[in-house]
Nanobody
C-alpha cells in the first residue's frame, strides 16, 4: 500500500515562502506520477501542480504559474512544493497525491492521498 505523508505547513505572512514535502513509501517512488492539491472548507479540492515520474514535465494551472514549483527527489522518495509570494487566498490544506498512471489533473485521477498539511497565510 502506498503511503504519503505531507509536512512543512504552517502559519506565514503574505509575501513569505514555504516549502512542503511529501514522503512516499510502499511503492517504488520513481514509478509514480505525483500531484499537489489543496482544499478550503466548503470547496472542492483544487489542483495545484503535477509532475511525472522523471520530474521533467511539471504542470500548473495558469493561476499558480510563476509562484509555485513542484519537484521531486527520487533518491529520497520525496515530493516538494515550493510556494513563493504567498497570498491569503493560498490558505488551505495541501494534499499530495500519487498514481502510476494519473487520469487527468483532478482528484479522480489519483488513487493515493496523504492526510494533508495546513497552510495559513495571514495578511
Amino acid at each position: 500500500q502506498v503511503q504519503l505523508v505531507e509536512s512543512g505547513g504552517g502559519l506565514v505572512q503574505a509575501g513569505d515562502s514555504l516549502r512542503l514535502s511529501c514522503a512516499v513509501s510502499g511503492r517504488t517512488f520513481s514509478s509514480l506520477a505525483m500531484g499537489w492539491f489543496r482544499q478550503v472548507p466548503g470547496k472542492e479540492r483544487e489542483f495545484v501542480a503535477l509532475i511525472d515520474w522523471s520530474g521533467a514535465k511539471p504542470y500548473y494551472p495558469d493561476s499558480l504559474k510563476g509562484r509555485f514549483t513542484i519537484s521531486r527527489d527520487n533518491a529520497k522518495n520525496t515530493l516538494y512544493l515550493q510556494m513563493n509570494s504567498l497570498k491569503p487566498e493560498d490558505t488551505a490544506v495541501y494534499y499530495c497525491a500519487a498514481d502510476p498512471n494519473p487520469r487527468g489533473a483532478t482528484i479522480h485521477g489519483y488513487d493515493y492521498w496523504g492526510q494533508g498539511t495546513r497552510v495559513t497565510v495571514s495578511s
